[in-house]
């Protein structure tokens, strides 16, 4: 089975353009792809995580793979499943987050001479003239067609409207793609599948400009990699790929959770695991399955922050759940200044502090659906409030039936 065959048996192929070509490509190691990553935040999150596990899979076929960051369209924003617009970012905030995804996704790609590229889009972009780009660029794209895309439908439907500096965010993508071909060599775009508009942008402009003969750029679309976004959302906000903005403990319990109906498809789509052995696992059942979910949090864990992060999370969650001791458990360190002036801290407070919710209102509803135990007893009082004393033994906090913290001093 060749590497093409192997995504689209994986469930990772939703559409594509010249498949046959596409599939000589990918299988001959001759592709040089880019996924673009959009520096809204300092860290990269669940929902880029199929992306990333797909480079990695080309890269390790032989394929050469460029992680385009949009230091330059992130200055306007994609309106694809937004209703609203983007707060405005500074340059310098867009730069330090471009750095930050670097070292991040080196723990997936390897980056170097003859091997992976990270580019900037705020190289070409940022510069732009602007009569020129319109003259050069904009000629090539109609108003209609644009219109028919599903991003700019939903944004025209929304109460805000869409802004004319959005409805430019087509036209940057495909220029994209086109700098990427006349630079890099680039001759294939991945990219999710609400970003499939964006994507024939590209590869028709590159087809306009350079002519059908010179043209071999190809576009693909990922099956889940829209739902990865929304994937990489909680009930107590994103979960990270940063250990400092979520522990490794709290991302393999995320895997840990994941529904029964998702959990083979996960592991079909995120791990390495060989398929002979993933489809063994197809007719588990029961008991099995929660089997499945530590295969997959553990595999996970694992590749983000290695071995040894994902043995300690492994063995924290079957010590917590198994009613063994705290030893493991994830540890929220509370300050004087967390303490008001009667000398108490009260339980809301600890569960912001604790990241188990992200809001007081979310922490005292928690408490209200009796959804809290402090040392294994519910809490129903919303004002309850501890003294520094009361952490000078265990203080465990439980958020729902599976979110522990230990608070300490």
């Excluded at 071999?216 to 099956?223: D, G, P, R, S």
Aim: charged share 30%; glycine share 10%.
């Amino acid at each position: 089975m060749g590497v093409y065959e192997e995504l689209v048996e994986r469930g990772l192929i939703a559409q594509t353009t010249d498949e046959d070509k596409i599939r000589e490509l990918v299988n001959s190691g001759k592709a040089v792809f880019y996924i673009g990553f959009d520096p809204t935040a300092d860290s990269l999150h669940v929902g880029h995580f199929m992306a990333m596990c797909l480079m990695k899979r080309l890269q390790m076929a032989g394929n050469t793979p460029i992680a385009l960051v949009g230091g330059g369209t992130a200055m306007i924003g994609d309106p694809t499943g937004r209703t609203d617009m983007r707060t405005m970012m500074t340059t310098e905030i867009i730069d330090h987050n471009c750095e930050c995804f670097k070292k991040q996704m080196s723990r997936f790609i390897e980056f170097g001479e003859g091997k992976a590229m990270m580019v900037n889009n705020a190289d070409w972009l940022r510069d732009l003239n602007y009569i020129e780009f319109i003259r050069d660029i904009g000629s090539m794209f109609k108003v209609n067609n644009m219109l028919r895309a599903e991003c700019y439908k939903q944004r025209l439907a929304s109460e805000d409207g869409l802004s004319f500096l959005e409805f430019n965010y087509m036209l940057m993508q495909s220029y994209d793609f086109l700098k990427l071909y006349e630079e890099y060599g680039c001759n294939l775009e991945f990219g999710g599948d609400d970003q499939w508009s964006n994507m024939l942008g590209g590869r028709e402009l590159i087809r306009r400009k350079l002519g059908k003969e010179d043209a071999q750029a190809m576009t693909i679309t990922l099956l889940l990699n829209s739902e990865g976004k929304k994937m990489g959302k909680t009930a107590n906000g994103a979960v990270w790929l940063d250990p400092e903005k979520t522990t490794p403990y709290e991302f393999y319990q995320y895997w840990r959770n994941v529904d029964d109906s998702d959990v083979i498809n996960c592991i079909k789509m995120l791990t390495f695991l060989p398929l002979d052995e993933i489809h063994a696992m197809e007719s588990w059942e029961g008991a099995e399955l929660n089997k499945a979910k530590e295969i997959l949090a553990y595999q996970l864990t694992e590749l983000v922050h290695g071995e040894e992060e994902a043995k300690k999370a492994e063995t924290a969650a079957k010590s917590i759940f198994g009613g063994g001791g705290t030893e493991n458990m994830p540890e929220t360190a509370l300050t004087d200044e967390d303490f008001r002036e009667d000398g108490t801290v009260d339980l809301i407070g600890i569960l912001v502090k604790a990241g188990l919710v992200g809001t007081r209102g979310e922490g005292r509803r928690a408490i209200e659906q009796n959804g809290v135990a402090v040392n294994g007893e519910k809490v129903t009082d919303v004002k309850a409030a501890y003294t520094k004393d009361d952490f000078s033994q265990e203080f465990v906090v439980r958020r729902g039936k599976k979110n522990f913290r230990k608070i300490v001093m």
